[in-house]
């Protein structure tokens, strides 16, 4: 049975720093395309990162090029996502999505982040 855990959200204050985990369960991480997504209030889902099967290729939305940091951890079956100077603005549920190679869809449940002084 697939399943994607987030964990890491919480409260932060402005310019601090958060890491995500997202342990993955049920198939082969190392071959599957994993990503990170938030959702705000009252805004639509939103495209963060991406880690390809090969663990170099990584790719990142505009909004957090620089601030955000995909990264893979084969080994545990384990997708991160380090985020930093945070704002109010990344206050979100955010979520880890795979994507196997047999090009099927997997989202985790998601965790909470909330930045405010």
């Known amino acids: 049975q697939v399943q994607l855990v987030e964990s890491g959200g919480g409260l932060a204050q402005p310019g601090e720093s958060l890491r995500l985990s997202c342990a993955a369960f049920g198939f082969t991480f190392s071959s599957a395309a994993m990503s990170w997504y938030r959702q705000g209030p009252g805004k639509e889902r939103e495209f963060l990162a991406s880690s390809f099967r090969s663990v170099t290729r990584t790719n990142y939305a505009t909004s957090v090029e620089g601030r955000f940091t995909i990264s893979r951890d084969n080994g545990k079956n384990t997708l991160y996502l380090q985020m930093n100077n945070l704002s109010p603005e990344d206050t979100a549920i955010y979520y880890c999505?795979?994507?196997?190679?047999?090009?099927?869809?997997?989202w985790g449940q998601g965790t909470q982040v909330t930045v405010s002084s």
């Open positions: 999505n795979a994507q196997t190679i047999d090009d099927v869809d997997y």
